[in-house]
């Protein structure tokens, strides 16, 4: 790459990370004041913002997108109303920076606070839709983090036009530099992003498996990944067989795209004739399809519930779609053992009436989150009741599961003494 | 490399991953048994273990190592005795595992739990240090980790030697793979084990900063750094100078080699003309050379205290022994800013009786533990009342500062229904 290029990315870095120090130590009403300006922005620009977005989705790089794809980088007036409400709410919140987390006096009369403060400089990597550009920085502001945002190239003049409302929000002794965007989509930009590792301090990248690989692959900062979910509903032998059914209906087919949507049933050998016919046609209801191993593929077909025969590759997959891989177990263990061997370690519900094999169930699945007798389809910040999400940590380190703006903070040790030194 | 080796390599990581789905549902008495009787196994086997270490004290790879490391490689009886000490100390530690977070349950009745769980498989990376191996291996036992060991070539009988000591004190259902060493020191089977990302979930290198960056540099796996410490002391203009020189001599003198100790000093203008000719003599007396910029080289040498002329290199410097850097500041923004600049954002002291200056310095050094009125020598995980410490992590994700055996836990939310499904 030319080294000019490398020059501007160094010193968009070194600007967020200024840019940064002083964030840390901004007031939650300084924080909140901008953010509420930046709502009324929104609300005000709809012009602007359409038109640059209506250039975006003229572009020959928007002509190559799906369908869906191009939906999701299309604004609108109800959306730009909605993207400013989502701004509101997350000025609502409570802020994470300087909450005490632990505090604690050492007998030689030490006073050790454990503080939540913000991580510093957070990259933001990810695909054209100009909602993740609003969401990230918002809750990147709020939580005291610099950040720097570079989106998908079909994206790019809408979200040079958000990032102007932003930083004409960040008044008030907010330094405009703590939300920049990389101002070029050239990939080599991006590989110098990704290792600037002693100005940004994590790196998140939103967007499917491969851009996520590309990033952990490429980057030497520390990257928090929310890879897919291989979410199971293991229905066991004890198990209420009418909840079954919802459960796994709505686990399915509520939201077949989302990373919580369940791809994998599992039933115990003993409720199976019975259970399987009855999920399976309301599941073929929903338009699910069913692709079944030998033992579930003989009780629909004995049953006339249509469905295929699975691959091996369907037992890992995750479809996002209205698609649901199908298998007989014969017994919990065997379960437990299947969902640690197959499942992505996101969400793993068992339903069953047996206080023992839930107990077994929640302690061994090795996953993020794990559920009785509940839809998979929980796992979700909001439904957590942290009121805002940045996405779903696949990792186990720093955040594992929904990650909401106190999993965008780190903390500091503040000690004060009164003169004390190590013997 | 050949295939044979990255098969060896994997298998090692299979094993382990299937050791620590056991391992983390273990009681607490049944590890805390198995730590019990390494101790004794280790009391019991100082002839073995001698010889094992007298094995690789002799060998070519241990004659060219320096006589510190060589130090550090070096078993004998009270080394040994201590190690066991250390080890039923841990054993005396309350078990993380299983503590709850948070607790909440939500308006549609869904009861949720985040629970304090193991991470899963840990790769312990680390140069020729028997103890190493012991502390890694008994820090991850406890938390419920199964571990890959992969210490240095120097060290390879001793740590085996070890090991199987280890994996003969696993009885009780506990799985001996649950601790494991890389049977080779071939650096291609680190460079595979370093990728082997679906099988190991953490990576902590343990070592000097080029093995943690060879380390980082080279893992798929996300990597908890202990980079270096270059700590700072700032004798404020209202600092009690009495105080002051205490904290710089102990933060400086007490042991140059940890990475707490400071390694840069700070002093106000406003008390440089008195303060530097009386912590020069001190520091002088304890050994160490300063070396100075221009206003602190004039004012020791019109006290004619032995000093040199810095450079700029020593202001970022960790020298690790009886060297600091001294610098004169016209303010407490300029030393914020200094700090902030050139420090390893490690640990960082001011010292001075005013309250609002000590409370900026706190809150505005983006340091992980920062001092007020106390030696920079106290950044340590048994100071902090951990019990027990596997290092001190520079990383500002998942653990910062000190890290004892909490920070090798992640969490897992247990949620608990009666059959919710999702609007």
């Keep these: 790459m030319s080294s000019d290029l490398a020059q501007l990315v160094t010193g968009l870095a070194q600007r967020a ?20 300006r930046l709502a009324d922005l929104i609300d005000r620009s709809h012009p602007a913002l359409l038109a640059a977005n209506a250039q975006d989705l003229a572009s020959p790089e928007a002509a ?48 050790i606070r454990k503080l939540r403060v913000p991580i510093g400089v957070i990259g933001i990597i990810y695909e054209a839709r100009p909602n993740v550009t609003i969401d990230c920085a918002v809750l990147c502001l709020k939580s005291g983090n610099a950040c720097i945002l570079r989106g998908g190239k079909e994206c790019f003049q809408t979200n040079a036009a958000l990032v ?77 067989l009418a909840m079954a059914e919802r459960l796994a209906v709505n686990a399915k087919a509520s939201r077949p795209s989302a990373c919580n949507a369940a791809e994998q049933l599992l039933v115990h050998r003993a409720v199976a004739a019975q259970f399987l016919p009855a999920v399976g046609r309301a599941l073929v ?31 890992t997959t995750e479809f996002l779609d209205y698609v649901l891989a199908v298998r007989v177990v014969d017994s919990l263990d065997a379960a437990i053992a299947t969902i640690n061997r197959d499942s992505s370690n996101h969400s793993d519900a068992i339903v069953t009436a047996d206080a023992v094999a839930a107990r077994r169930f929640l302690a061994e699945v090795d996953s993020a989150t794990v559920y009785w007798n509940a839809s998979t389809r929980f796992t979700d910040g909001f439904e957590f009741g942290y009121g805002a999400e940045i996405g779903i940590s696949t990792d186990r380190l720093h955040a594992r599961g929904p990650m909401g703006l106190r999993e965008l903070c780190t903390h500091k040790f503040v000690i004060e003494g009164t003169g004390q030194v190590r013997g």
Tied chains: 1, 2.
């Design 17 to 36: 990370r200024a840019a940064s120090l002083a964030l840390a130590t901004a007031s939650t009403e300084a924080k909140n004041a901008a953010l509420r």
């Design 64 to 111: 190559a997108l799906t369908a869906a794809a191009r939906d999701r980088l299309t604004l609108n007036a109800a959306r730009l109303l909605h993207l400013a409400e989502s701004v509101r709410e997350v000025a609502a919140l409570p802020d994470p920076v300087g909450d005490v987390l632990e505090e604690t006096t050492r007998p030689n009369g030490l006073h």
């Design 164 to 240: 102007q409302l932003i930083q004409q929000a960040l008044t008030g002794g907010l330094p405009a530099d703590a939300v920049q965007l990389v101002p070029t989509t050239d990939r080599a930009a991006l590989l110098t992003l990704l290792k600037l590792d002693t100005l940004i301090h994590c790196v998140i990248p939103r967007g499917g498996e491969s851009l996520i690989r590309f990033v952990a692959e490429n980057s030497t900062i520390p990257v928090i990944k929310h890879y897919k979910g291989v979410c199971f509903v293991y229905v066991d032998a004890a198990a209420d």
């Design 285 to 315: 209801a929903q338009k699910v399809q069913l692709r079944c191993d030998a033992a579930s593929a003989a009780l629909l077909a004995s049953a006339q519930v249509p469905h295929t025969a699975a691959t091996p590759a369907d037992y």
